[in-house]
């Protein structure tokens, strides 16, 4: 891959790889492997892309694509995702909720179905529920009642673990 | 005050570093973990170790003075290399960049097809790999005489009263069918079995996200 093709058509939309790939992994080392490995997918099917939609658009449908169907067996024990705890002398408070919220967000994604975790990102992507249709390759009119449900389910989990 | 999921999320990736991409070196050379990639791997490596061994066993055959077995082997072999090639050329043409139900609908049908199609070959294969090593050593010379032959005179010594048609004891004939139905019975589980162990996982994987798909489509 050239790094002009890495630099212009993948960084810039590295913040959708990364979202994505952190709900289907659990650990860092896995989370690099899919990272990759999305990348170089792009750069293989990039000739496929036949502008009818967005190049980010088509990003997200082949990461989400890639994410779907890895071969890697998920390591669920060591070297969980340490890159949002930043030391503690490093951090202020604010910044220290997020994270840690954001990780829990993170980790409650990770229980949902394969499909659920793709549904939920691409909303809290705010993505609309056509284009989440889109992506996902089914029907609009049952994606919200899908959003709903997996918000409360996400909410239910998220208060377990803070309570 | 509590925060909701969307403003978690937002806040979440404002103020931290969880968007910094990881540093990706020498990409194009690292091994992939892609299914499609590792299906394409894995039947290339296949085809070229079926091809090697079937000529190998072809030259074999004709010094060790069976190349009935080596012809058919031979044969049965490029005829199967030559299905999976065209099996191999589809896999290409399944659109990454399609909706997630449009791709793993593509990848499903050309999963079933090719195993479809290797089950019913699977069922010929053994068979046909049996019956060639019996005709190869039937034919086989000994001493100036087919080495079957050879073995019916032997076999006529101790036993006179045995039945034969064509010239072969019934009991042989009987017993080289039931091995032959046997490998076509258990052809496709011995296929299915070798499938299972590799990708069974993948499989279940993806039988289990067509049905999430088709439940969110109905």
């Not at chain 2, 299972?196 to 499989?203: A, E, M, Q």
Request: hydrophobic share 45%.
């Amino acid at each position: 891959m050239s790094s002009d093709f890495y630099k212009t058509s993948i960084l810039p939309f590295a913040g959708i790889i990364i979202k994505l790939c952190r709900a289907y992994t659990n650990s860092q080392e896995d989370f690099d492997d899919y990272y990759q490995e999305v990348c170089l997918q792009i750069w293989r099917s990039k000739d496929n892309f036949r502008e009818e939609s967005q190049w980010s658009t088509w990003v997200y449908r082949i990461s989400l694509n890639v994410c779907l169907t890895l071969l890697k067996k998920n390591k669920k024990k060591d070297q969980y995702f340490v890159s949002d705890s930043l030391p503690i002398e490093e951090t202020e408070e604010n910044y220290a909720f997020s994270n840690e919220a954001l990780n829990l967000l993170y980790d409650a994604i990770r229980k949902l179905s394969e499909i659920d975790r793709a549904i939920i990102m691409l909303y809290l992507e705010e993505k609309s529920q056509k284009e989440i249709a889109e992506i996902i390759g089914t029907n609009p009119n049952n994606i919200g009642v899908r959003v709903k449900r997996i918000k409360i389910r996400l909410k239910k989990i998220l208060d377990g673990k803070i309570n | 005050m509590e925060k909701s999921i969307e403003n978690i999320w937002k806040e979440g990736f404002l103020k931290s570093d969880a968007l910094v991409a990881p540093k990706i070196n020498n990409l194009y050379n690292q091994k992939s973990i892609h299914v499609i990639d590792k299906f394409k791997s894995m039947f290339k490596i296949n085809l070229i170790a079926i091809i090697a061994f079937s000529f190998i066993f072809l030259i074999i055959s004709f010094f060790a003075g069976i190349p009935i077995t080596g012809v058919i082997f031979f044969v049965t072999l490029a005829v199967l290399v030559f299905i999976n090639k065209k099996l191999l050329n589809n896999l290409a043409k399944i659109d990454l960049g399609a909706s997630s139900y449009q791709y793993l609908k593509a990848f499903n049908q050309w999963k079933n097809k090719q195993i479809a199609i290797n089950i019913k070959i699977s069922r010929f294969l053994y068979p046909i790999i049996f019956l060639s090593m019996i005709l190869g050593f039937w034919f086989k010379d000994a001493e100036g005489m087919p080495l079957g032959e050879r073995l019916v005179n032997e076999v006529l010594k101790g036993f006179p009263d045995i039945y034969l048609i064509y010239g072969i004891p019934v009991v042989g004939i009987v017993i080289a069918l039931l091995i032959l139905v046997l490998l076509a019975f258990f052809g496709d589980r011995i296929y299915k079995w070798d499938l299972n162990i590799v990708y069974g996982r993948v499989f279940k994987k993806l039988e289990e996200l067509m049905t999430d798909i088709e439940n969110l489509r109905s």
